[in-house]
């Protein structure tokens, strides 16, 4: 029997759909409406559900299709569409993100009498992030006049197409439906509205997802509970590889392996599970409560961070700065914790290197150089020209055209999460009821920092540089070759550190830095090349004027006019331009 249930299993392609939208749009009852089959997770089965009326958790249920014509001709039979019902209040987003990572198609639920709200908007913002494909559902159209329902309707359809025009799910298909006729308390015998239509358009929208059954297995885990005498089960999708029966699994956050005993697909019991599957894997007990929900994966394969660098993008509905050094809440895979994010760009050697810029695939380059960011950029939005949210960093913001921003992220706790896993960070302690998006900045993990100690051992060979630059005044020519600088440093730096550092002048000599010149702060240059003839006269010019005018014509002598002398004008000035990496601890000022 449970080769029979395999064999169909295998010839079943299993579609995940995420439901997503604003809170009380209606898409548990839409997910109802749909499905033939509940999972455990199914239809707010939750106690705190049902007495608040709305989803506070990720829910699933299914129901099988034929399979459509384009997808014919391959190994499976029929079509399996797998509902992932996400919460739509604010306070949950944390959820909905660890939803939108296990699907493959998007269901934007939008209330037709509302139209776009704030969760809806991030809602909008998480699937571009993790998802290829959408459909637009119109719910509640029972409660549209009818006399005004047809006008209503295509007023809404124009709206959400202005308002996905400039996003990957531009002229995406809208359908309107009504999933409950009647609102919640309505009689169970009252038939939907366009779900037919709105099933028939998710056959037209399927494809073949990637289902690789190679590698360690990964399985996000979304609920657990014991069945007493056989068990823990844990049900969830897996992510990456396959699991079969009596294949051992870890546990990470509980530091403990199971051996799997058994495992159901939606009620049917099967032997073996891949890639995008949602099942249900039972394992030798032990205490449900402890795994809410999280990860497990193929043992030894899946590490626990301290810290990670991502290559990162601004998420260009969020209105606020991402300033370096500022605290976000990081989500990876099903966790969320704050940390501490620096922000950083390419140098101009980093923008032509083997770091990819869309980072699909690629390794982090710790050989390379990289320059310091007090804040990350945004990118411009395509077709469409710079909102002042793009434009907060002036100058600056060119340089997020490449695409090529990192971010180091530090934890507050450790995370447990794959390689190259999706990274959002958000501001989730923003008000919930203020209309904006709270979703910062996403990006891939390509570095994950598993050493405890990585202030140590990982961040001095991290080369994230500050340029800096300093402004003197030649004071005066001890000879062709030497000068005497002033207003460089401080009168208590210690110049000794300097000395070497090369400087040029306004007038366009170079030299370098030999000593400090008396105790005031003033410096000797060495001109290798020897002074100009006409620098030379100049300062020899100004030397003849005495110290007076000398600091008259730099604006030191209290009361000096502001109409300088020419020698003012005239003044030649020493620029010194270095770089420091901000994680040496010797804290090394370096020259090109």
């Not at 450790?414 to 390689?419: A, D, F, H, L, S």
């Not at 209309?435 to 140590?456: P, S």
């Amino acid at each position: 029997m449970a080769s029979d249930s395999t064999a169909a299993a295998k010839n079943l392609l299993n579609f995940n759909i995420g439901v997503l939208g604003h809170v009380d749009s209606g898409k548990t009852s839409l997910a109802k409406a749909l499905s033939t089959i509940a999972s455990t997770a199914a239809f707010d089965k939750n106690p705190q559900s049902k007495e608040r009326g709305i989803t506070l958790d990720l829910g699933f249920s299914s129901f099988i299709v034929d399979l459509p014509e384009h997808l014919k001709g391959t190994s499976y039979e029929r079509l399996q569409f797998t509902l992932v019902d996400c919460p739509g209040h604010a306070s949950l987003i944390r959820t909905i993100i660890g939803g939108a990572q296990i699907i493959d198609l998007m269901m934007l639920v939008i209330d037709v009498t509302k139209g776009m709200q704030t969760q809806s908007a991030e809602c909008l913002v998480i699937g571009e992030i993790a998802c290829k494909k959408m459909v637009v559902v119109l719910n509640k159209v029972d409660l549209l006049p009818a006399a005004k329902k047809a006008a209503t309707i295509e007023k809404m359809k124009k709206r959400m197409l202005k308002t996905l025009e400039n996003t990957r799910f531009a002229n995406c298909p809208i359908l309107a439906v009504a999933a409950k006729p009647g609102g919640p308390e309505a009689a169970e015998s009252m038939q939907a509205e366009g779900v037919a239509d709105l099933i028939d358009e998710l056959k037209k929208q399927s494809y073949l997802p990637e289902r690789d059954p190679t590698g360690p297995f990964l399985f996000s885990v979304d609920h657990c509970f014991s069945i007493r005498g056989q068990g823990t089960v844990m049900t969830g999708t897996i992510l990456s590889g396959k699991v079969a029966i009596n294949d051992t699994v870890e546990i990470p956050a509980l530091k403990m392996n199971r051996k799997v005993k058994s495992m159901q697909m939606f009620r049917q019991p099967v032997t073996q599970a891949i890639q995008g599957d949602r099942v249900g894997v039972c394992v030798t007990q032990f205490d449900p409560k402890q795994l809410e929900r999280g990860l497990v994966c193929t043992p030894g394969t899946l590490p626990t961070l301290f810290a990670g660098i991502a290559l990162v993008k601004k998420i260009p509905y969020f209105k606020g700065t991402c300033s370096t050094k500022a605290k976000f809440h990081v989500t990876m895979g099903h966790d969320t914790v704050m940390a501490k994010v620096l922000f950083f760009g390419a140098s101009s050697e980093t923008s032509s290197s083997p770091n990819n810029a869309d980072g699909e695939g690629s390794k982090f380059n710790l050989d390379q150089e990289y320059t310091y960011q007090d804040e990350l950029m945004s990118p411009p939005i395509a077709g469409k020209e710079n909102t002042a949210s793009n434009n907060q960093s002036g100058a600056s913001s060119t340089q997020a055209t490449t695409n090529q921003q990192w971010a180091l992220i530090e934890f507050e706790k450790p995370v447990t999460c794959q390689r190259n896993c999706l990274v959002i960070g958000s501001k989730l302690d923003t008000d919930i009821h203020s209309n904006t998006c709270r979703l910062a900045f996403h990006g891939e993990l390509l570095h994950a920092v598993t050493d405890k100690t990585y202030n140590e051992t990982l961040l001095p060979n991290l080369k994230i540089f500050k340029t800096k630059s300093r402004e003197g005044v030649v004071e005066r020519a001890t000879d062709n070759y030497s000068v005497i600088g002033r207003s460089l440093f401080k009168k208590e730096t210690n110049i000794q550190t300097f000395v070497g550092l090369k400087v040029r002048l306004s007038s366009g000599e170079e030299g370098v830095i030999e000593g400090g010149f008396g105790q005031s702060g003033k410096f000797k240059i060495r001109i290798s090349s020897g002074l100009k003839e006409e620098t030379f006269k100049q300062l020899s010019e100004k030397g003849k004027k005495g110290k007076k005018a000398a600091a008259s014509a730099s604006g030191e002598v209290e009361g000096a006019s502001t109409d300088a002398p020419s020698g003012s004008r005239q003044s030649i000035k020493i620029f010194l331009d270095f770089k420091r990496y901000i994680f040496d601890t010797k804290k090394q000022m370096i020259q090109t």
